[in-house]
């Protein structure tokens, strides 16, 4: 069952992404552990404007686990989407210009796909195609024709992934310091 993400799903939202959060090698995780940034994000999810705020997620939910999530939304959002984690930073006593992520992510104009995360055990089912579908078809209704995401050049698995969908490469970026291929479907 596909579904949108509810700000219940906080916790289990944030451990499904610190495998992102790892692969990326993002500073923040040298200053704060695992546990406290996972319930620090888990909180901010709670946030509807947040990058991972539950109404920029869905949700596929198989047995009544969630097997992978989502989250997209317009580029121009990139602007706000840190700000809920500010305001958490600031509570737990960190200084608030502290950031998870560094860099830009989004291409003017489009609809990005932030992360997409499979649980590992639910892996090779076709969940990540269809979150990706379900994005996008989302993504069409509000406007937007051109869809885009990022896609680290180390990840050959998730680019054949994207390009069967019917993305396409469009530049590369570096994003915390990796290298990435930018990806956009029209």
Known sequence: MIRFATQKDGKEIATLLWEIFEDMELS???KISKDKLIEMVAEAVADPTYRYGYKRGLIYELNGEIAGIIFGYP????LIIDEPFK????KYGYDPNERLFV????FPNEWYIDSIVVNQKYRGMGIG?????EMGRIAIEKGYRTIGLNVDIANPKAKKLYSRLGYKKVANTVISGHQYEHMCKS
Do not use: N, P, Y
Request: glycine content about 0%; aromatic content about 0%.
């Open 28 to 30: 923040l995780l040298k």
């Open 75 to 78: 580029a121009a959002d990139e």
């Open 103 to 106: 860099d830009r992510e989004a």
């Open 87 to 90: 305001k958490v930073l600031i």
């Open 129 to 133: 195609s269809i979150l990706l579908e």
